[in-house]
């Protein structure tokens, strides 16, 4: 089985900063996906940027990308310009591309606060 | 075009008394899953549905049964609600999994058992 790991719990920064969350996943297949989910206070859970793992360039979404390491099974999410909408938790999850139909895997999560 | 609903939003229960959470969904969605989420914790799975008639078991099944009688509507059960299941509880769903589709998530639904 897949676990995901993200080893902050909470992060703070000033509004305007750019930061840097991590995740580290362990697996020993070789296609699936990653995402970033974003839950602000609402609950509602948005995803925020994905990344296929047969693709070696990093996911781009407007201020958010990603640093994907394959090898090194990490997947960090870059927020730049940070707004004091950024303010949530922040999950990181993994899917098998392959058959079945098993759900997504979430990490513990990181709670962000956007100072202002 | 609602997405994915889920009733009720709260609900307070006692110790041994049982409820149903629905989730239903307009997009015309293959998958359809229920995740439970504790303090400090992500999202686990708790069973999942590939299309009308099947369900099948995720990572924390002990405690609930689900249905899927009709393709948009994915039913969660507690038949003997217990403290440890105090959670959200979120439903989700997607076209399919043969290649990857986001999942859409309901809004939650915040349950606790005395």
């Known amino acids: 089985a897949q676990t995901v790991t993200q080893s902050q719990p909470e992060m703070s920064v000033q509004e305007a900063e750019t930061v840097t969350l991590s995740c580290t996943y362990d697996t020993s297949e070789s296609n699936y996906y990653l995402f970033w989910y974003k839950q602000p206070p609402s609950r509602q859970m948005i995803l925020v940027i994905r990344?296929?793992?047969?693709?070696?360039q990093n996911a781009t979404e407007n201020r958010f990308s990603v640093n994907f390491q394959k090898a090194a099974k990490s997947f960090s999410l870059k927020i730049s310009d940070s707004q004091l909408g950024d303010t949530a938790m922040y999950f990181c999850a993994f899917i098998y591309s392959g058959g079945g139909a098993d759900g997504l895997t979430f990490g513990k999560g990181t709670h962000l606060i956007i100072q202002p | 075009n609602a997405g994915v609903t889920q009733t009720p939003k709260f609900r307070v229960l006692k110790t041994g008394q049982s409820m149903t959470l629905l989730c239903a969904q307009d997009m015309n969605h293959e998958y359809m899953y229920w995740y439970r989420q504790d303090p400090g914790m992500g999202l686990r799975l708790i069973h999942y549905s590939v299309g009308e008639g099947t369900t099948a078991k995720g990572e924390v099944p002990d405690g609930y049964n689900v249905s899927r009688l009709k393709k948009q509507n994915f039913l969660l059960g507690l038949e003997s609600a217990a403290p440890s299941q105090t959670s959200v509880y979120f439903c989700a769903s997607s076209y399919t999994r043969a290649t990857y589709n986001e999942q859409f998530f309901g809004p939650g639904t915040r349950l606790t058992v005395l």
């Open positions: 990344q296929e793992a047969y693709k070696q």
